[in-house]
């Protein structure tokens, strides 16, 4: 079925003047009769002219967090994965430039786009040096800081050039003041960026392990990850959507603290969902294996404290 077909005469009106002004490269008028269409109907190809004249029009932030929301659309074409990345590098957010490019399995393709963001990155260096020594001594410090600025600086630090970025994650990963949630978010960061090297880390036993990340699945694509998401939906989905999108969004988290030693703790994962949707309906379990159970309260209660801040 065309697009048209699924537009309203008005809108059928503002896409025929959008395609006027993208002609006539009026980037900004075009931009927003397209956010006024997408408002209307989002759907891929309105979403696409829409970050084509965002970026047209150098406002590429806008653009790259209209993209996320067909992300994994704009990676079924070298053209349209390019100017993802090329987003991502504008916005000098190099760390999800480098997530983005490795995503894409074609090898020559990636090299070249990790050159570009090499060069990029290289640029940056000299235009935003103190910036960047600023970010970097927050970032390596980031236990310093209250939750909320940990969130702000760690943010900061993915516009660092990557290099720069995994130095400070190495040192936090092993710190005893870093909070479980940043460690476990840096794992998954490095985990995405590919790093080859041995990863030490520190887990919520406080002990130290070494681990080769880019051996390991990411928690998403585990099977005791899909394993508890499918149970979870057997469970609630059906009867209670709202609360399965509560659940996931808590499971998720818990399982991400976890990581990725979740296989030694999660023993029972039917167990352990059970657990979860006694919980949120304020129902006691008696059911849970003790060991299981010590470390679903220690999850539970991060997540719970992590939310309140």
Same mark, same amino acid.
């Given at each position: 079925?065309?697009?048209?077909?699924?537009?309203?005469?008005?809108?059928?009106?503002?896409?025929?003047?959008?395609?006027?002004?993208?002609?006539?490269?009026?980037?900004?008028?075009?931009?927003?009769?397209?956010?006024?269409?997408?408002?209307? @109907?989002?759907?891929?190809?309105?979403?696409?002219?829409?970050?084509?004249?965002?970026?047209?029009?150098?406002?590429?932030?806008?653009?790259?967090?209209?993209?996320?929301?067909?992300?994994?659309?704009?990676?079924?074409?070298?053209?349209?994965?390019?100017?993802?990345?090329?987003?991502?590098?504008?916005?000098?957010?190099?760390?999800?430039?480098?997530?983005?490019?490795?995503?894409?399995?074609?090898?020559?393709?990636?090299?070249?786009?990790?050159?570009?963001?090499?060069?990029?990155?290289?640029?940056?260096?000299?235009?935003?040096?103190?910036?960047?020594?600023?970010?970097?001594?927050?970032?390596?410090?980031?236990?310093?800081?209250?939750?909320?600025?940990?969130?702000?600086?760690?943010?900061?630090?993915?516009?660092?050039?990557?290099?720069?970025?995994?130095?400070?994650?190495? +040192?936090? @990963?092993?710190?005893?003041?870093?909070?479980?949630?940043?460690?476990?978010?840096?794992?998954?960061?490095?985990?995405?960026?590919?790093?080859? *090297?041995?990863?030490?880390?520190?887990?919520?036993?406080?002990?130290? +392990?070494?681990?080769?990340?880019?051996?390991?699945?990411?928690?998403?694509?585990?099977?005791?990850?899909?394993?508890?998401? $499918? +149970?979870? $939906?057997?469970?609630?989905?059906?009867? *209670?959507? &709202?609360?399965?999108?509560?659940?996931?969004?808590?499971?998720?988290?818990?399982?991400?603290?976890?990581?990725?030693?979740?296989?030694?703790?999660?023993?029972?994962?039917?167990?352990?969902?059970?657990?979860? &949707? $006694?919980?949120?309906?304020?129902?006691?379990?008696?059911?849970?294996?003790?060991?299981?159970?010590?470390?679903?309260? &220690?999850?539970?209660?991060?997540?719970?404290?992590?939310?309140?801040?």
């Amino acid at each position: 079925m065309a697009l048209e077909e699924h537009l309203t005469p008005e809108m059928q009106q503002l896409m025929a003047r959008a395609q006027t002004e993208m002609k006539q490269e009026n980037w900004h008028d075009a931009a927003e009769t397209l956010t006024a269409v997408y408002e209307a @109907l989002a759907t891929f190809e309105i979403n696409y002219r829409l970050v084509t004249a965002l970026f047209m029009d150098e406002q590429y932030q806008l653009a790259a967090s209209y993209a996320d929301d067909f992300l994994l659309n704009y990676l079924e074409s070298e053209p349209d994965f390019r100017m993802v990345v090329a987003l991502a590098v504008q916005n000098q957010n190099f760390v999800y430039a480098q997530q983005l490019a490795m995503l894409w399995d074609e090898g020559s393709v990636q090299n070249d786009v990790l050159a570009e963001i090499r060069a990029a990155e290289d640029r940056a260096r000299v235009d935003m040096a103190n910036t960047f020594q600023t970010i970097a001594r927050q970032f390596y410090h980031l236990s310093d800081y209250s939750i909320t600025e940990q969130r702000d600086r760690y943010e900061s630090a993915r516009h660092l050039p990557v290099a720069e970025f995994i130095v400070g994650a190495f +040192y936090l @990963l092993i710190d005893p003041y870093a909070t479980p949630i940043i460690r476990a978010t840096l794992l998954e960061d490095l985990q995405k960026l590919r790093v080859s *090297d041995p990863v030490q880390y520190r887990w919520l036993d406080d002990n130290l +392990y070494t681990i080769q990340l880019d051996e390991l699945p990411l928690l998403t694509d585990s099977e005791i990850f899909e394993e508890i998401a $499918d +149970y979870l $939906d057997e469970k609630v989905g059906q009867d *209670d959507p &709202i609360a399965l999108e509560m659940l996931a969004q808590q499971v998720r988290f818990e399982l991400t603290l976890l990581y990725p030693r979740v296989n030694d703790v999660v023993t029972d994962p039917e167990g352990w969902v059970e657990a979860s &949707i $006694d919980q949120y309906y304020e129902r006691p379990n008696f059911s849970e294996m003790a060991e299981q159970k010590k470390w679903h309260e &220690i999850v539970r209660d991060l997540t719970t404290n992590f939310f309140k801040n």
